[in-house]
């Protein structure tokens, strides 16, 4: 039975304790489809714990078990534990299992792929990646954002947008290595040449996890500098890679070039990841991997030209953006009024005015935040066009509305207000935020 292993956490459990776990989830998986044969198991709940399943491939299966969160009750006839199960949404533990898998094909391929090649191989890629990736997450704090795992696109007029997609087929143009770019200004989505899906998880990656760790980076080294009284006005602002060289003078800057897997042609591709930053305007290329890897004095010039290139268009790009972000966001003032996730499962547009940044806590409490995914949850099972409105104890409406692949969700603090006040506000809401892309009868 432990041969069917491949990754097990923690890896501190001893043998038998991980077959005897891994048996018993694959027992359930089989027992679950006798019922429904053309619909995996995906949830087992118990009184201490809950179980998400995730086939992601044919004859791999992914299993994540949690323990709920409990307190201990004392009164007179003694103590109790009780065992807080709805403080544990379903959808979360799985997206966060999907999202897992998903990164992981990102930098290492399928499954299959490394399995075929080598069984230890494959256990070695799912032993570098997973341990991570689970002391990353952060259960007490998975909410709606988490499940969605929706995309931020920055609108942009129809000048700005196509200056953008000019410069990008420049680079591709003049850069026959550069096979797929990405575009984005202050984490949000502009221009994207891959897929959906590859879209989704890419941008997930560098909202989340480059961007964020590179800035940190740079905040320690501008605190540094501020420290020893070295900060200059640099009125020439340039831009610089992410990944690839520190400085363009010296290959031995290069360091660790990303890669990852995109598939092309119905077959997997190694990509270098490519990220160039300038002010809030991030590029990021996907580079033919064998043509800059493995490092050397080639891929230094490869990075010295194509710096050249991009540098001032990028620049410009960069000044033109952030001045109509500014509009923007002089605009977006009246959505603060309004606790508002809008989410199309067409092309996973995310928009919101509960986090103000990605990676930042919702501002709205837990109870509200659990009512919203159960909301999400009624409207998964039924697929289609439904509203939900409900009053809280405090005085707070919640509504939910499903219509063509779109979600909105609302929280309307208002006091002493009736059901035909919050039908005008999202009346107000819809037309003000969501005139042009979101359409309710009502």
């Not at 010295?304 to 953006?321: E, M, N, Y």
């Not at 009053?391 to 207000?417: P, Q, S």
Request: with cysteine; proline share 3%; charged share 25%.
């Amino acid at each position: 039975e432990h041969e069917k292993i491949l990754f097990y956490y923690p890896e501190s459990d001893d043998i038998d304790k991980q077959s005897r776990h891994v048996g018993l989830s694959e027992a359930i998986v089989h027992f679950a489809a006798t019922f429904a044969p053309d619909r995996a198991c995906e949830v087992v709940q118990t009184l201490k714990s809950r179980q998400v399943f995730f086939q992601p491939e044919d004859d791999f299966w992914m299993m994540m078990t949690v323990s709920l969160p409990f307190s201990e009750i004392v009164n007179k006839d003694g103590s109790k534990i009780v065992y807080h199960n709805d403080e544990v949404q379903n959808q979360a533990l799985r997206s966060i299992l999907i999202l897992s898998y998903k990164l992981y094909r990102l930098f290492n391929g399928p499954m299959a792929k490394t399995f075929n090649e080598s069984i230890e191989s494959c256990r070695d890629h799912l032993a570098h990646f997973f341990p991570r990736f689970i002391t990353a997450i952060k259960l007490s704090n998975l909410d709606l954002q988490d499940i969605l795992q929706g995309i931020r696109f920055l609108p942009l007029g129809k000048q700005h947008f196509l200056k953008v997609q000019y410069v990008i087929n420049l680079i591709e143009a003049n850069f026959s290595d550069v096979q797929y770019t990405l575009f984005l200004f202050d984490d949000q989505l502009i221009w994207s040449g891959l897929d959906l899906d590859h879209t989704q998880i890419l941008c997930n990656y560098l909202t989340t996890n480059l961007l964020p760790s590179f800035q940190e980076a740079e905040n320690v080294k501008d605190q540094i500098n501020k420290d020893s009284k070295s900060v200059m006005l640099n009125l020439d602002i340039q831009g610089k890679f992410i990944t690839g060289p520190t400085e363009l003078g010296h290959s031995a800057t290069i360091g660790k070039i990303p890669r990852v897997f995109i598939m092309k042609d119905g077959n997997w591709e190694a990509f270098a990841v490519i990220v160039y930053k300038l002010l809030d305007a991030v590029l990021c290329m996907l580079v033919k991997y064998d043509a800059i890897c493995p490092t050397n004095s080639r891929t230094i010039d490869f990075f010295r030209k194509l710096d050249k290139f991009i540098g001032p268009q990028v620049k410009q790009l960069a000044f033109d953006i952030a001045e109509q972000n500014i509009n923007n966001r002089r605009l977006s003032l009246s959505e603060m009024q309004y606790r508002f996730i809008y989410f199309n499962h067409v092309n996973c547009a995310f928009k919101s005015s509960i986090y103000p940044k990605i990676n930042q806590p919702a501002i709205i409490g837990p109870d509200l935040m659990r009512l919203f995914c159960d909301i999400h949850t009624e409207f998964d099972k039924t697929k289609g066009n439904d509203e939900f409105m409900a009053k809280t104890t405090t005085d707070c409406w919640i509504v939910g509305k499903a219509n063509h692949e779109r979600e909105l969700f609302v929280a309307h603090n208002v006091k002493n207000a009736s059901l035909l006040d919050i039908n005008d506000e999202m009346k107000k809401l819809t037309s003000t935020i969501f005139g042009n892309i979101f359409y309710f009868n009502g």
